[in-house]
């Protein structure tokens, strides 16, 4: 199993400003994921984060807007840059410490995010 | 297109009867099929997984079927609690693919 913590557990940020949130891993796990949760809908995979190389985005989500490192294997931070109220929603880490989608995914608590 | 439907209305359970949860999909292959449970203001948390060549999983009160034929996966609760009063959320993983996608969520309200 693992147990995972986000920092900060909410903000509430000024448009054109960035947000950099971390995530924290109990253990050392080699996949960790970021997704966007929306009021109402379902969770929304923006990118898949692995140590030691660039993280994988999906489709309509882009590096320059959402900066992804993952300098080890227990920590990966997420930046949500030039911010718009589109921007607002809840963006939970998860990680798989078996590896793979075969594999249940833990997640932290997430970061609830408000862009005035 | 490809989507993971779930009910989209909340699901009024008298407590103590079996709660059942649909989740179907379209334009998927899946690999494996999870099930969540989210409570407001947190993360998800794994419940069951099931293989596509398994037919039904069981942990404890919960059962889990997947019909690949159908493309449904139900999810039951027997006994139902209040405490089981959240939102439970499929997902799939299709093969070679390390992520999975999941569906909006069904609210389940078990009532006293």
């Known amino acids: 199993s693992a147990v995972i913590s986000q920092k900060p557990s909410r903000d509430i940020c000024q448009r054109g400003t960035s947000l950099t949130i971390q995530c924290q891993v109990d253990?050392?796990?080699?996949?960790m994921f970021w997704y966007r949760q929306q009021p109402g809908q379902s969770l929304t995979l923006i990118a898949t984060?692995?140590?030691?190389?660039?993280?994988?985005?999906e489709s309509g989500f882009v590096i320059d807007k959402f900066p992804i490192s993952r300098p080890n294997l227990t920590f990966s931070t997420l930046t949500v840059s030039n911010m718009s109220p589109e921007d607002s929603s809840i963006y939970l880490c998860?990680?798989?410490?078996?590896?793979?989608?075969?594999?249940?995914?833990?997640f932290g608590p997430g970061t609830r995010l408000t862009v005035l | 297109s490809q989507k993971i439907e779930q009910n989209s209305e909340a699901l009024n359970i008298q407590e103590g009867k079996t709660a059942t949860l649909t989740c179907n999909y379209t334009?998927?292959?899946?690999?494996?099929l999870q099930w969540y449970r989210q409570d407001p203001g947190r993360g998800p948390v794994f419940l069951l997984l099931?293989?596509?060549?398994?037919k039904e999983k069981r942990k404890e009160r919960l059962k889990v079927t997947f019909d690949t034929t159908l493309k449904q996966s139900l999810f039951h609760i027997t006994a139902s609690q209040p405490a089981d009063s959240a939102t439970y959320l499929c997902?799939?993983?299709?093969?070679?693919?390390?992520?999975?996608?999941f569906g909006k969520g069904t609210r389940l309200h078990i009532l006293p």
């Open positions: 984060a692995n140590q030691g190389s660039e993280a994988t985005y």
């Open positions: 998860s990680a798989s410490p078996g590896g793979g989608s075969y594999n249940e995914q833990f």
């Open positions: 334009n998927y292959s899946p690999a494996y």
């Open positions: 099931i293989r596509e060549n398994e």
């Open positions: 253990s050392q796990v080699t996949m």
């Open positions: 997902a799939l993983a299709q093969y070679r693919d390390d992520k999975i996608i």
